[in-house]
């Protein structure tokens, strides 16, 4: 169960692309080493491969890194079947791997992390992606064994270190066809792997299953991740008072210090990663639905109430989802059966699970949605499921000119000190997250901006 965390509609043939890649996109870098270097990559997943290489050819440290992430997307997720040291002994198996899995795109952040190579990570959203609050998190990344039995989170380590305590570590004996690979050539007789979790506590680890205390995990890395939308120019990152409540959004994050983001990144090796969906950004599960029909149900997805605070209690929270996702299947499936005409009943109850302050308008702006669409784009919505979490954001021209022009100002602040040690750009046109009649346009437009700032590119 993984809403807010992007997936590819059909993973592509891993060993044709690391093939195409080990003759192209990863040949020795050429030019002059002063250069910056620039990689661009389809798959956002092989932006690991590009740092790693970037580090064999010492273009970047090993460790110590921070990297500046601007996208539509956290990719802070990791695998549920990848065994975590894979990261350290096979790094072709771990591209192979993230290739394969549906939801390897937003995978490649953590193995990074786990790896050694990044102690800080800013997220740079734009306004209208919200799967994590704003906050600078204080947060370890680590391995640990998953308890399938509760709901995919993480085993306490008193269960799976005995025999004897009732809990059982291991797989069943058959794999069915179509599972992961990396759960059929699971070593140790099949015992279920130590694979990469995080121990921030907000709602999107969480329902991805790769929360865990840091108190159970074993090889844990600091990090350093920072949530923000673009500073405006002049302004340095927002102030944020935590909240001593617990479960409030904000708890276990560090406040933010009144410093601009040259501070951030001065005297620091550092990584520029872009996503061209950070400038226009489509969801390729409503292909079909139109945008205006498509926001209202996104826009309940995410005010549901229990997503709207940090995870104080794994098991109320999922017990809260489920009655979420009982309650809210029932007024699509009975609108689509009625062809648009929502079940008052329903529809109040699936009020009471969400923000009073927003109750009125949200159900209001739902009842809407549901009347105008038609029926192929109900089913569409109802087949995404909670997919439709995810960021979706026609833009015009002169929006896209309007954001250009902010990353470009950012980027001059940025690096008003120092200049990235390398910069990763992701198109994301193929999975369906970067509509592809502004690819061209917005990569031209990167790349140009990067030659003004820091001149030639290798």
Known sequence: HTPRVRFRIKAPSPCRELEAMARGAMKRLRGNSRDLPVYICEYHDEALRC???????????????????LDAHPDMSASATLPADVVFESPH???????????????????????????????????????????????????????????????????????????????????????????????????????????????YFVEDGIYCPESEMSGAKPLRFLVSELPESGASLA???????????????????????????????????????????GNPFLK????????????????????????????????????????????????????????????????????????????????SALRDARLSELQEVVEAVDMVCLPLHPVTEAEVNERMAAFDDFLGRLC???????????????DGFCPMRWHCMLEQGVLEILRRRFGALD
């Open 51 to 69: 740092i790693h290489h970037g580090i064999r050819r010492r273009r970047l440290p090993f460790s110590d890194l921070t990297m500046v992430h």
């Open 93 to 203: 198996d771990l591209y192979c791997a993230l290739r394969k899995d549906a939801g390897g795109i937003a995978q490649w952040i953590l193995p990074a992390v786990y790896g050694g190579h990044f102690k800080c990570v800013w997220w740079v959203r734009p306004s209208w992606a919200e799967q994590i609050a704003d906050g600078d998190y204080a947060v370890a990344v680590g391995r640990a064994r998953r308890a399938p039995e509760n709901g995919g989170g993480f085993a306490p380590r008193a269960m799976v270190a005995g025999s004897g305590g009732g809990y059982s570590s291991r797989l069943p004996s058959v794999v069915e066809e179509g599972a992961s690979p990396d759960l059929a050539s699971l070593d140790n007789g099949g015992v279920i792997p130590e694979t990469i979790c995080i121990s921030c506590p907000e709602p």
């Open 239 to 281: 102030s944020m008072e935590a909240d001593q409540e617990p479960g409030a959004r904000s708890a276990g994050a560090i406040r933010f210090d009144d410093r601009s983001a040259t501070d951030l990144v001065a005297g620091q090796a550092w990584t520029l990663d872009v996503c061209l969906d950070f400038f226009a950004c």
């Open 288 to 367: 079909q639905t139109r945008p205006s029909i498509a926001a209202p149900f996104m826009a309940v997805q995410n005010a549901a109430t229990f997503r709207q605070q940090s995870v104080v209690s794994v098991t109320e929270f999922h017990s809260a989802r489920d009655t979420f996702d009982k309650v809210y299947n029932t007024v699509l499936q009975g609108a689509l059966a009625a062809e648009g005409e929502a079940d008052p009943d329903a529809v109040e109850a699936l009020g009471a699970l969400l923000p009073e302050a927003q109750r009125a308008t949200l159900l209001a702006d739902l009842r």
């Open 416 to 430: 008003a000190e120092s200049k990235p040690c390398a910069v990763t750009i992701a198109r994301s046109v193929v």
